[in-house]
């Protein structure tokens, strides 16, 4: 049985996965310390302001943020797909570091199984939760 060496990645390969861990590893810090409540200083939906309405990720980045403090409830009242989304992120850095560190892909299949599938359900709760927000 012959064995294959481990695909490596190539030295600017390497160096982007590591700097996807800290731009990530940042962000996150930055959410988990401003208050959930109002994490930025201004409204971003360009959609609410021009249409009156709120968009489907409406409340994503409270809920984000409640989600990184372990504050479950919260972030499920703001927006079901915030957990989804804090997941993913701590996912994607870890791995990212995980990659900078060996200098080889981590369970590449895997990791595209599981993105597919988060994409898929981040995107069906942010439309029943825009279904029920504008049912309201």
């Given amino acids: 049985m012959n ?11 390497r160096r982007s996965r590591a700097r996807q861990a800290a731009v990530i590893a940042l962000g996150l810090i930055a959410a988990a310390g401003v208050d959930p409540d109002r994490p930025l200083p201004f409204d ?5 302001s021009l249409l009156g309405i709120p968009c489907p990720t409406c409340g994503l980045t409270r809920a984000v943020c409640h989600a990184l403090r372990g504050e479950w409830a919260m972030s499920m009242s703001y927006h079901p797909a915030g957990i989804l989304l804090a ?3 701590v996912g994607w850095m870890l791995c990212s570091a995980a990659e900078a560190a060996r200098g080889q892909p981590v369970a590449e299949v895997a990791r595209e199984r599981l993105l597919t599938s988060m994409m898929g359900a981040g995107i069906v709760a942010s439309i029943a ?8």
């Fill in 87 to 89: 997941a993913g992120l």
């Fill in 3 to 13: 064995r294959l060496p481990p695909r490596l990645l190539v030295p600017g390969a």
């Fill in 129 to 136: 939760a825009w279904v029920v927000q504008l049912a309201r």
């Fill in 44 to 48: 971003v939906c360009v959609f609410k």
